[in-house]
């Protein structure tokens, strides 16, 4: 029946929207708890998504970074998933005056999951299944949260940094080893924060970044620019 498939598309918008919404909300709320505005938030977001996937230009693919080669293996770093959360993570240690020895306990323990949680293969890259993709973004929240619960507006941003640079550790480089001792037959991409670990970076961050948001839920009533 017409009406009914109109019913049906009409239910079908509001669920993607309603989606969507949530989606951006919890976005754009995981980067103001680490002191950036909604536009900040949009433009990171465009600048990753961009260069998440291969840009050539005269040849050359300039959203990943040359790193090594090893056999047929050609190592690179994404910009996307793997430069990009780099810079961002390095401009939030300084300017929100993270301390350093409490970033490296969370790394530590955030790279111990993460390397558990996923696993080398040649055809896909470094996998992991799901919901233990998801195990990485909840340990550096509660981790963050525990090492800066006297200094809350510390929290998000420490989340977000032991939750990408954990991801990228555990996941990407301590599996490497392991991804390039499969034999190829030809040359093939390995590249560093992009492909399915990709999402699972991103999404470390910002799911971190937003719970610890959301569990120290009383407002700070000072700007960032204070500490």
């Not at 020895?101 to 790279?111: D, E, F, R, Y």
Request: charged share 10%.
């Amino acid at each position: 029946m017409p009406g009914f498939h109109l019913l049906g598309f009409i239910i079908l918008v509001a669920v993607i929207s309603a989606i969507l919404y949530i989606a951006f909300f919890i976005y754009t709320r995981a980067f103001a708890e680490m002191g950036f505005s909604a536009f900040d938030a949009i433009i990171i977001l465009m600048l990753t998504i961009i260069f998440r996937y291969p840009i050539y230009i005269n040849g050359t693919d300039i959203s990943n970074f040359y790193l090594f080669s090893y056999n047929n293996w050609i190592v690179c770093i994404n910009i996307g998933g793997g430069v990009i959360p780099i810079v961002i993570s390095l401009y939030l240690m300084i300017k929100r005056r993270i301390s350093p020895l409490k970033i490296l306990i969370a790394l530590v323990v955030v790279s111990f999951f993460a390397y558990n949680v996923t696993y080398p293969d040649p055809r896909e890259g470094i996998v992991s299944p799901f919901p233990f993709w998801l195990l990485p973004a909840i340990v550096s929240s509660v981790v963050s949260a525990i090492l800066y619960v006297k200094e809350q507006r510390k929290a998000a941003p420490a989340a977000y940094i032991s939750g990408t640079l954990g991801v990228l550790i555990g996941a990407d480089f301590l599996h490497l080893p392991e991804l390039l001792s499969y034999n190829l037959n030809k040359p093939v991409i390995a590249s560093i924060g992009g492909a399915n670990v990709f999402d699972m970076i991103y999404i470390t961050g910002i799911l971190a970044a937003f719970l610890d948001g959301i569990l120290f839920v009383r407002r700070r009533r000072y700007s960032y620019d204070e500490i």
